[in-house]
């Protein structure tokens, strides 16, 4: 019957993920200008002509790991989708200052004008795992080098000097571990060090530090995952020390999951499923509706972002990895049962039979909110990496099943 249920969720998985990357491919390239159209109605078409750099990076990113990866995608049209992203994003991302190229901007003209920077690092980050995972296909060495080189930036601006972000620091605002960016840092050194060894090793103590890091934000007794804490890993006071965000907490489940199994860390293992699965699933499913909140207030005010009790697409997409990868390891039928529970909201409610593609923005009842299928914030990324994820760890599954 395991068997059975498995082939059945693998052959829904692979169907959709072969609609979700055509419509993309059809709807989403720049062929005048390069790049990727990002602001896509729910039938595809363009409604805003700015592209916006964290998605750009993560359209070239998922184009290359399925064409490298992936028989069936492994076609000259993906490759070049890919090349075009990469291209853009190398000629008009970085900002130049008086000393030369400098922060990655946010959003950028249709043609490839700096239209904003944030004074974070996550534009930065996607260009890197951009650049490294096309590299792997073309071999180039220099956009291999210019990955490297931009990742030693980011770890300069959070280890030791952040003012380059210009960001300064204010009396009443001291520096907080927010959980974004050791688990951003973690996934680039996870992409950066597949398969090269010397890599590796230049990035072990960030691995560690990053985890650290991570493992910091474990708060009341083991009883909770909170998003901001300070630096030496205590709570912070207010709203910002209270919030709950358990699609970034079941992310970091399994990012730390995947460390673990390569270190052989059981105890690492047991944690991220423990706290980092287990917790938000418990604490973020909405038992009336269905779905996992977006945000929560731990001692259960009303928290301050309003979007707090929508269901948003992108945590699903990581409760769904998170969930299969911990099946796969352990075969605790629980951790399958978490998962059924998840895909079956997850497909009912976000998916687009009728245009392809999955609407992102849902109100707590389940409706959908806002249809467009791309905007500032949502792109070719969650989707079909969840996608992507869930079909390999099937297949996975299913193999071992058969010998």
């Avoid at 709203?239 to 709950?244: A, D, H, K, P, T």
């Avoid at 499923?273 to 909140?293: A, C, N, R, S």
């Avoid at 399958?336 to 976000?350: A, C, E, P, S, V």
Wanted: overall charge negative; aromatic content about 12%; some cysteine.
């Amino acid at each position: 019957m395991t068997a059975a249920l498995l082939e059945q969720y693998r052959e829904r998985i692979r169907t959709e993920l072969d609609r979700v990357v055509d419509f993309w491919l059809k709807f989403s390239h720049d062929n005048e200008h390069g790049g990727y159209f990002n602001c896509l109605g729910k039938d595809g078409k363009v409604y805003d002509e700015l592209k916006y750099v964290w998605l750009q990076g993560r359209q070239v990113w998922m184009y290359s790991r399925l064409y490298r990866t992936t028989e069936r995608f492994h076609k000259p049209e993906i490759l070049e989708a890919a090349k075009s992203g990469a291209a853009f994003l190398q000629k008009f991302a970085r900002v130049q200052g008086s000393s030369g190229p400098g922060k990655c901007a946010f959003c950028l003209t249709r043609d490839g004008r700096a239209v904003k920077v944030q004074r974070t690092i996550f534009s930065e980050c996607f260009y890197v795992m951009a650049m490294d995972e096309l590299s792997r296909i073309t071999q180039d060495k220099e956009m291999q080098a210019d990955a490297e080189s931009l990742m030693d930036r980011l770890i300069f601006w959070v280890q030791t000097d952040s003012s380059e972000l210009s960001r300064p620091q204010l009396p009443g605002d001291p520096p907080i571990n927010s959980m974004a960016v050791p688990m951003m840092l973690l996934c680039l050194v996870d992409q950066l060090t597949e398969g090269r060894t010397d890599v590796a090793e230049k990035y072990k103590d960030l691995s560690e530090w990053c985890v650290e890091r991570i493992l910091q934000h474990i708060q009341r007794d083991g009883k909770a995952i909170l998003e901001n804490v300070t630096l030496n890993g205590k709570e912070l006071p207010g709203c910002q020390g209270r919030v709950q965000n358990p699609g970034h907490a079941l992310e970091a489940g399994w990012f730390l999951l995947q460390y673990a199994q390569k270190k052989g860390d059981v105890q690492l293992q047991k944690t991220a499923v423990d706290k980092f699965m287990e917790i938000p699933f418990h604490t973020g499913w909405d038992k009336q509706h269905g779905g996992l909140f977006y945000f929560l207030d731990v001692d259960g005010h009303c928290p301050t972002q309003l979007e707090w009790n929508m269901k948003l697409w992108w945590p699903h997409c990581e409760a769904l990895i998170a969930y299969l990868m911990a099946y796969s390891h352990s075969k605790e039928p629980v951790l399958l049962d978490r998962f059924k529970q998840i895909y079956d909201y997850t497909f009912r409610h976000f998916s687009d039979e009728e245009h392809g593609e999955w609407f992102g923005y849902l109100s707590r009842q389940g409706e959908v909110v806002l249809d467009f299928k791309g905007g500032p914030f949502k792109g070719f990324f969650h989707v079909p990496r969840c996608l992507y994820m869930c079909e390999k760890l099937l297949d996975g599954l299913l193999e071992r099943q058969d010998s």
